[in-house]
C-alpha cells in the first residue's frame, strides 16, 4: 500500500486577480492524491477576493481567510501554516504555478532520500512573464544546486534557491519558529536558519512556473527613496547580522563576506547610506573573525 502524506499548500493573494485561478487550479490537478489547499488574501486593493470566491463555489472543502489589513507575508503565511494539518508545506504565491507531478516529486523525494536529517526538498522552475511566455530557466549549466549540508552555499551566494519550487517538513517551520515576521520577506533568512541545522535535497527537473511582472518584489530592493525598499533592505541586514552569529567556522564567515559585498550593491543603488554604513560596521566584524 503506497503511502501519501498530507501535504499542505499555502496560496497567498495580493492584487493578484490576473493569476489566482491558474495557480488555485495547479494545485488541484496535481498528481498527487493527498493535498489540503489553504488561502489567504491580504487586503488585495482588486478583484483578488471575489475572483477566489467564485473559485471557490467549485471547491467548497477549501480553506479561505481574508485580511481586513494588509498584514504583509510572513504574518499571512505563519496564519495558516500554524492551523495546517499536513506533514509537508508548500508556499505558493498566487501568480505562480505548480506543474502538475511537483508534490508527487517532492514527496517521493523526501520518501527515497538518503539524507537522514532531511528538512527541505527544492528543484528547478521555469520564469514566465505576466502573459505565460517562457523567459528561461532559474537554474542554467553554470549553477551547481546543492544537496546535504548546503549552509554555506546558502550564505555565500554561489547559488540561489527558488521557494516557489520547495517544500518544507512541517516539523523543521515548528522547530525554527515559522516565517520571522519582522521581516518584510522570508525565503532567505528560512534557507540560512533551515540549512544551519537540517539537510536539503535537489531535485534536478522543472517543479513550478515563477512569473515575473512589473512590481515583483525583488524589483523594489533597487528603487531610491522607496519606503518598501528600505524596509526590504533593512531586513536584509537583520538577516546577514544572524548569519554571522549562526556561522561556527572561517570559511562561512568568508563566505558571508561574499554576500555582504552583493548586497552592499543594493543599499548603494538605492541610496540606503545609514543602512550601508551599518553593513559596513558588520563587514569588519566578520573580516576579524576570518583573521
Not at 80 to 101: Q, S, T, Y
Not at 136 to 159: A, C, H, L, Q
Not at 219 to 240: C, G, Q, V, Y
Request: negative net charge; contains cysteine; hydrophobic residues 40%.
Amino acid at each position: 500500500m503506497q503511502n501519501f502524506p498530507l501535504v499542505s499548500v499555502i496560496c497567498l493573494s495580493y492584487n493578484h486577480e490576473a493569476y489566482v485561478v491558474e495557480a488555485l487550479n495547479s494545485v488541484i490537478n496535481q498528481t498527487y492524491p493527498n493535498i489540503e489547499l489553504l488561502i489567504a488574501d491580504d487586503c488585495s486593493a482588486d478583484n483578488s477576493i471575489g475572483v477566489i470566491q467564485d473559485w471557490l463555489q467549485h471547491h467548497p472543502e477549501v480553506h479561505f481567510s481574508t485580511n481586513e489589513k494588509n498584514l504583509g507575508n510572513t504574518k499571512t503565511f505563519n496564519q495558516l501554516a500554524k492551523i495546517a494539518k499536513g506533514e509537508f508545506i508548500v508556499d505558493l504565491a498566487a501568480d505562480d504555478v505548480l506543474v502538475p507531478n511537483c508534490i508527487e516529486k517532492q514527496v517521493t523525494t523526501f520518501q527515497n532520500s538518503k539524507y537522514k536529517n532531511l528538512g527541505i526538498v527544492y528543484g528547478n522552475i521555469i520564469e514566465i512573464d505576466e502573459n505565460g511566455n517562457f523567459l528561461n530557466n532559474y537554474y542554467n549549466e553554470e549553477d551547481r544546486p546543492e544537496s546535504g549540508d548546503i549552509y554555506k552555499m546558502v550564505i555565500g551566494r554561489t547559488t540561489k534557491i527558488c521557494s516557489v519550487s520547495s517544500m518544507i517538513k512541517k516539523s523543521v517551520l515548528e522547530k525554527l519558529g515559522y516565517y520571522d515576521e519582522d521581516l518584510a520577506y522570508e525565503d532567505l533568512d528560512l534557507w540560512i536558519r533551515a540549512s544551519r541545522d537540517f539537510e536539503f535535497e535537489y531535485v534536478p527537473e522543472i517543479l513550478a512556473k515563477k512569473r515575473i511582472v512589473s512590481d515583483s518584489l525583488s524589483s523594489h530592493f533597487l528603487i531610491e527613496n522607496n519606503a518598501r525598499a528600505k524596509k526590504l533592505n533593512e531586513s536584509t541586514l537583520k538577516i546577514l547580522i544572524k548569519a554571522y552569529h549562526l556561522n561556527r567556522t572561517k570559511d562561512e564567515q568568508k563566505g558571508l563576506l561574499g554576500r555582504i559585498r552583493f548586497e552592499m550593491y543594493k543599499f548603494i543603488k538605492a541610496k540606503h547610506f545609514k543602512l550601508l554604513f551599518k553593513l559596513f560596521l558588520l563587514e569588519i566584524k566578520v573580516r576579524l573573525k576570518c583573521i
